[in-house]
């Protein structure tokens, strides 16, 4: 390791937080049409570092085709702010709403992009797919 630099001591407890922790429920309602896409843009995400304490930002878009059902908005926006006391990493972030997506709205395919402020002078932007 180069001197100067400490080693991060990352571990299992880190790396699983905000995964399990009970958020509000993602309605739906009833789709009526087929083969179109929806973009939801929420500009105004934020979350926790579980190693740091300090607040992340950053913008999460979803983009998916809907099947039966489609996501609604109100039920989304209380989820998404739900994060905004949670510690969770980014990638943890991204991958968990994309999994609640996909159990309240079982769409053909859906693709959460989380695109996250500038921290450190690096800029994030993780990507979750299914079903494409």
Request: aromatic share 12%; charged share 25%.
């Amino acid at each position: 390791m180069a001197k100067g630099l400490r080693k991060n001591n990352y571990g299992l407890k880190e790396a699983q937080k905000g995964l399990t922790e009970k958020l509000p429920g993602i309605e739906t309602w009833p789709n009526q049409f087929p083969g179109y896409e929806i973009t939801i843009i929420y500009p105004e995400f934020t979350s926790v570092c579980p190693k740091t304490g300090r607040p992340d930002f950053g913008a999460i878009t979803i983009r998916y085709q809907p099947n039966k059902q489609c996501l609604e908005l109100k039920s989304l926006k209380f989820y998404f702010l739900a994060y905004r006391n949670l510690g969770i990493f980014y990638e943890n972030a991204v991958n968990r709403i994309l999994k609640d997506v996909v159990a309240a709205a079982k769409p053909k395919w859906v693709r959460v992009t989380g695109e996250f402020n500038s921290r450190g002078g690096m800029k994030s932007v993780v990507e979750a797919i299914y079903g494409l």
